[in-house]
Nanobody, 122 residues
Framework: QVQLVESGGGSVQAGGSLRLSCAASGLIYACMAWFRQAPGKEREVVAGIATVGGGTYYTDSVKGRFTISRDNAKKTLYLQMNSLKPEDTAMYYC?????????????????WGQGTQVTVSS
Protein backbone atom coordinates (compact mmCIF):
# COMPACT_ATOMS: atom_id res chain seq x y z
CA GLN A 1 0.00 0.00 0.00
CA VAL A 2 1.35 3.40 -0.97
CA GLN A 3 0.01 6.94 -0.84
CA LEU A 4 1.37 9.72 -3.06
CA VAL A 5 0.60 13.37 -2.42
CA GLU A 6 1.74 16.12 -4.79
CA SER A 7 2.24 19.77 -3.93
CA GLY A 8 3.92 22.86 -5.33
CA GLY A 9 1.75 23.64 -8.32
CA GLY A 10 0.47 27.11 -9.05
CA SER A 11 0.21 29.91 -11.58
CA VAL A 12 3.35 31.58 -12.91
CA GLN A 13 4.43 33.80 -15.77
CA ALA A 14 6.35 32.39 -18.71
CA GLY A 15 10.02 32.07 -17.83
CA GLY A 16 9.31 31.43 -14.18
CA SER A 17 10.06 28.40 -12.04
CA LEU A 18 8.22 25.96 -9.81
CA ARG A 19 9.28 22.94 -7.79
CA LEU A 20 6.80 20.12 -7.45
CA SER A 21 7.01 17.67 -4.56
CA CYS A 22 5.55 14.21 -4.14
CA ALA A 23 5.50 12.80 -0.62
CA ALA A 24 5.22 9.03 -0.41
CA SER A 25 4.08 6.84 2.45
CA GLY A 26 3.96 3.08 2.84
CA LEU A 27 6.01 0.90 0.52
CA ILE A 28 8.97 2.36 -1.32
CA TYR A 29 8.89 1.59 -5.04
CA ALA A 30 11.98 1.40 -7.22
CA CYS A 31 10.57 3.53 -10.03
CA MET A 32 8.87 6.90 -9.82
CA ALA A 33 7.83 9.41 -12.44
CA TRP A 34 6.00 12.62 -13.21
CA PHE A 35 3.21 12.67 -15.77
CA ARG A 36 1.11 15.54 -17.06
CA GLN A 37 -2.14 16.01 -18.90
CA ALA A 38 -3.15 19.22 -20.63
CA PRO A 39 -6.75 20.03 -21.60
CA GLY A 40 -7.73 18.12 -24.71
CA LYS A 41 -4.53 16.09 -24.76
CA GLU A 42 -3.49 12.62 -23.65
CA ARG A 43 -1.50 12.04 -20.50
CA GLU A 44 2.24 11.90 -21.15
CA VAL A 45 5.29 11.00 -19.10
CA VAL A 46 7.42 14.02 -18.27
CA ALA A 47 10.33 12.50 -16.35
CA GLY A 48 11.22 9.36 -14.43
CA ILE A 49 13.80 8.23 -11.91
CA ALA A 50 14.97 5.00 -10.30
CA THR A 51 14.76 5.21 -6.52
CA VAL A 52 17.82 2.97 -6.29
CA GLY A 53 20.57 3.99 -8.69
CA GLY A 54 19.09 7.31 -9.70
CA GLY A 55 18.90 6.82 -13.46
CA THR A 56 16.63 9.40 -15.10
CA TYR A 57 14.79 10.08 -18.33
CA TYR A 58 12.89 13.08 -19.73
CA THR A 59 10.52 13.81 -22.55
CA ASP A 60 12.24 15.87 -25.24
CA SER A 61 10.19 19.00 -24.69
CA VAL A 62 11.46 19.49 -21.12
CA LYS A 63 15.10 18.44 -21.44
CA GLY A 64 17.40 21.15 -20.16
CA ARG A 65 14.56 22.88 -18.31
CA PHE A 66 13.21 20.28 -15.86
CA THR A 67 15.12 18.17 -13.34
CA ILE A 68 13.73 15.15 -11.51
CA SER A 69 15.28 14.13 -8.20
CA ARG A 70 14.45 12.25 -5.03
CA ASP A 71 15.30 12.19 -1.36
CA ASN A 72 15.04 8.59 -0.25
CA ALA A 73 15.36 9.44 3.44
CA LYS A 74 12.34 11.73 3.18
CA LYS A 75 10.56 9.45 0.71
CA THR A 76 9.95 12.47 -1.48
CA LEU A 77 10.13 12.98 -5.24
CA TYR A 78 10.78 16.40 -6.79
CA LEU A 79 10.42 18.05 -10.17
CA GLN A 80 12.29 21.33 -10.56
CA MET A 81 10.78 23.23 -13.48
CA ASN A 82 12.66 26.21 -14.88
CA SER A 83 12.05 28.44 -17.90
CA LEU A 84 8.40 27.49 -17.89
CA LYS A 85 6.39 27.94 -21.07
CA PRO A 86 2.64 28.21 -21.64
CA GLU A 87 2.84 24.79 -23.29
CA ASP A 88 3.79 23.34 -19.88
CA THR A 89 0.34 24.14 -18.52
CA ALA A 90 -1.19 20.88 -17.33
CA MET A 91 -2.21 18.79 -14.37
CA TYR A 92 0.93 17.09 -13.08
CA TYR A 93 0.78 13.66 -11.44
CA CYS A 94 3.26 11.68 -9.39
CA UNK A 95 3.34 7.94 -10.09
CA UNK A 96 5.16 4.86 -8.79
CA UNK A 97 5.71 1.26 -9.83
CA UNK A 98 8.06 -1.64 -9.07
CA UNK A 99 11.09 -2.17 -11.24
CA UNK A 100 11.15 -4.97 -13.79
CA UNK A 101 14.31 -7.05 -13.67
CA UNK A 102 16.26 -4.10 -12.32
CA UNK A 103 14.93 -1.77 -15.02
CA UNK A 104 12.38 1.03 -14.66
CA UNK A 105 9.79 0.79 -17.45
CA UNK A 106 8.09 3.99 -18.57
CA UNK A 107 4.62 2.52 -18.65
CA UNK A 108 2.18 0.64 -16.41
CA UNK A 109 2.59 2.72 -13.29
CA UNK A 110 0.39 1.30 -10.55
CA UNK A 111 0.03 4.11 -8.03
CA TRP A 112 -0.89 7.73 -8.60
CA GLY A 113 -1.20 10.94 -6.66
CA GLN A 114 -4.17 13.28 -6.91
CA GLY A 115 -2.41 15.75 -9.18
CA THR A 116 -1.31 19.36 -8.85
CA GLN A 117 -2.19 22.06 -11.37
CA VAL A 118 0.52 24.06 -13.14
CA THR A 119 -0.59 27.08 -15.14
CA VAL A 120 1.90 29.17 -17.13
CA SER A 121 0.66 32.43 -18.60
CA SER A 122 2.22 34.60 -21.29
Amino acid sequence: QVQLVESGGGSVQAGGSLRLSCAASGLIYACMAWFRQAPGKEREVVAGIATVGGGTYYTDSVKGRFTISRDNAKKTLYLQMNSLKPEDTAMYYCAARPSSGGVCPRTDFRYWGQGTQVTVSS
